[in-house]
């Protein structure tokens, strides 16, 4: 007891300081003020240093210091808002001053000059301490561990150079030693006493000048062909570098304010963030229940984080991978400890383990994100492929329906548009299935269709970092290879965001901006690394893999693509299924299967979708090709 009572002693000391300081500032200004009007007069009256009279002002201005909450704020930090809070304070205590002198002598003998001065000689007598303790603060700089800071070269001297700098002021670790900005209007000004040097394009020279050891980019709002110019700057002086994290991802939790982090190569990729109607999707999925099959998976965990940040009450994870699934559900439960989570472990195409899910969840909405994805592996595993996105597909769509789940949302692919690939064929006699199963009297099923997503499971971006951590070689299909991209949390935003607005038997695209070189892709991640593709890292050309396109297409020419109201959706006029055919296929298929018959397999997807026309096996051919540094440069 009598250590927690010394403790919180000890905590209030530095307040019981403050308002002691802040106290005898009131009564410094009132004396003083007095004291210089009295001092014009040819026979000043007695001028007490201590009266009644003071005492209310010390009592009526107090009250209003803590009214207005002025002991909330801490010196260290204080600030223009903490400037207005104490202009506002000392505002309301002259009034508050007026008042209780009036009840006391009727303001008889208090000059009118001190009135109209008081409020604003206060609030420089309170701010200007403050403001010096900070700078004193700011401007101690405490070595390092090892003894020496680490001085870093700032580009960008906005809002967000001027933040990053207070930070990097407050540790000890850093020591700020100039700023860059291509606005010729700064240069040769200062900020927080640190000059802007020069210009962007400068860095290298001024990098050694400054005996620079690191480069941080402070400037998150930059699109990504002004990222890839600055990235370009940074590697151009031959230092580390970082970068200050975009609002929406400390928003999202994926990064910390003040946290330095790597330039990711979504950071450079073209892609503009997306913003989603919050409030459209809030009112769809607010305390509603939702399941996601596929739940341990990049995209079925995205949707499972994003439905429940907007609103869902309980969400019920479908998973057949006992560590996937028990990962996903920890993650939930850190996050959102208030969430209903309910886990069910098993293939969602085994109809005893969708039926039970659904029975004991009731779901408003379900999620089919589960599938199988890998192009060149199912080229050869084409039953596998065939069970997995078609078969089970309908044994969660016909469920649903039977359940009477309100909305079904089948996750496709650009690889369904013009299929080549046993992936695509699969996932376009899926979206048959749903639109066949559609009825407007009962479920409401959606498809929505996306192209590639970084760093998801088995994807390129994960393959090319582990070669470029290995020491290379990074391996490439092709010289002209290119691929649609979008990061996991933007696609999954967008695939809320469709399903919430969809009508019946609807087709959604995700607008994937532009497609991307997968050989511009991997030298980017090459230079981020901090190596030169060619000389450092080697690139090699592989050969186009089975089932592989050079090209992905994301609209069919048949589909006839509108607007919808979010720019980055668009609505395709699904084709006509004739449900008849569906079915004799679809039961010839199950036969198949059960056979393990891969060439009436194939034949029956042939005869169902027409478009499907299956890529032949190539030889693969491997060239290494040498990048010479400055040519490289010029691809980005």
């Known amino acids: 007891m009598m250590s927690s009572w010394r403790d919180k002693a000890t905590a209030w000391l530095p307040r019981f300081a403050v308002v002691g300081h802040d106290l005898f500032m009131v009564w410094a200004c009132w004396v003083g003020l007095h004291q210089i009007r009295y ?3 040819p026979n000043p009256p007695a001028n007490p240093w201590w009266s009644w009279e003071i005492a209310i002002v010390l009592l009526a201005q107090g009250l209003v210091f803590w009214q207005v909450g002025l002991y909330r704020g801490l010196w260290r930090f204080a600030s223009v808002p903490d400037l207005w809070n104490i202009l506002k304070a000392s505002i309301l205590g002259l009034l508050a001053i007026a008042l209780g002198l009036a009840l006391y002598n009727r303001l008889g003998v208090v000059p009118r000059a001190v009135l109209v001065l008081y409020p604003f000689v206060l609030a420089g007598l309170l701010g200007l301490p403050r403001l010096v303790y900070r700078a004193w603060k700011d401007n101690q700089q405490t070595l390092h561990k090892d003894g020496v800071a680490v001085r870093v070269l700032i580009l960008g001297a906005g809002r967000a150079g001027e933040t990053l700098l207070r930070d990097l002021r407050r540790s000890s670790s850093y020591q700020p030693v100039g700023l860059l900005d291509d606005s010729a209007r700064l240069h040769g000004t200062k900020l927080h006493g640190v000059p802007v040097l020069g210009a962007l394009d400068e860095a290298p020279r001024i990098a050694r000048e400054t005996a620079a050891k690191l480069v941080v980019i402070a400037m998150p709002s930059l699109d990504a062909p002004a990222m890839q110019r600055v990235v370009g700057i940074c590697e151009s002086t031959g230092l580390p570098f970082r970068t200050v994290p975009r609002l929406a991802d400390m928003l999202e939790g994926r990064a910390l304010p003040g946290e330095l982090k790597e330039v ?3 950071d450079l990729l073209g892609r503009k963030a997306v913003t989603p109607d919050w409030k459209l999707i809030r009112n769809w999925l607010g305390a509603r229940t939702v399941l996601v099959t596929g739940a341990g998976g990049s995209i079925g965990s995205e949707l499972c984080r994003q439905c429940a940040r907007h609103g869902a009450e309980r969400i ?6 006992e560590l996937a699934l028990i990962t996903a559900e920890t993650a939930l439960r850190r996050a959102f400890p208030d969430l209903d989570i309910v886990s069910v472990l098993g293939d969602c195409g085994d109809p005893a383990v969708i039926g039970h899910a659904l029975r004991t969840s009731e779901p408003d909405a379900v999620f089919h994100a589960a599938a199988y994805k890998q192009v060149p592996l199912l080229e050869d595993q084409l039953r596998a492929a065939v069970r997995n996105n078609v078969m089970t597909t309908e044994t969660v769509a016909r469920a649903c329906r039977e359940a009477g789940v309100a909305t079904f949302v089948f996750i496709s692919t ?9 992936l695509g064929a699969t996932k376009r006699m899926a979206e048959m299935i749903c639109q066949g199963l559609d009825d407007l009297r009962s479920t409401r099923f959606v498809t929505v269709r996306f192209g590639n997503v970084l760093d998801s499971a088995g994807s390129v971006v994960p393959l090319f970092r582990e070669q470029i951590r290995q020491g290379g070689p990074v391996t490439v299909t092709d010289p002209g290879v290119t691929r649609y991209f979008m990061t996991i949390p933007e696609a999954c935003q967008l695939i809320v965001q469709a399903a919430a607005t969809a009508a019946h038997a609807s087709i959604y695209t995700l607008d994937m901006g532009e497609p991307v070189p997968i050989r511009v892709l991997a030298e980017q991640m090459i230079r981020l690394a901090g190596k030169e593709p060619g ?13 592989e396109k050079l090209h992905e297409a994301l609209f069919h020419e048949e589909e006839d693509y509108r607007p919808t109201s979010h720019s980055k959706i668009l609505e395709a006029r699904a084709r006509e299924v004739h449900p008849e055919v569906l079915n004799r296929a679809l039961s010839m298929l199950k036969n198949a299967v059960a056979d393990y018959d891969n060439e009436e397999i194939s ?16 030889d693969t051919v491997t060239t290494i090709v040498p990048f010479p540094a400055r040519e490289a440069r010029t691809t980005r």
């Open 264 to 266: 990711a190569i979504e």
């Open 535 to 547: 000389k450092d890292i080697a690139i090699v050309y592989t050969g186009l893999r089975p089932g």
């Open 316 to 321: 019920v994870l479908v998973e057949v991978s």
């Open 414 to 422: 650009d690889k369904a548009v013009d299929p080549a690939n046993a």
């Open 39 to 41: 001092a014009m007069l």
């Open 603 to 618: 034949r029956i997807l042939k005869a169902t979708i027409p478009e499907f026309s299956p890529i032949e096996s190539t």
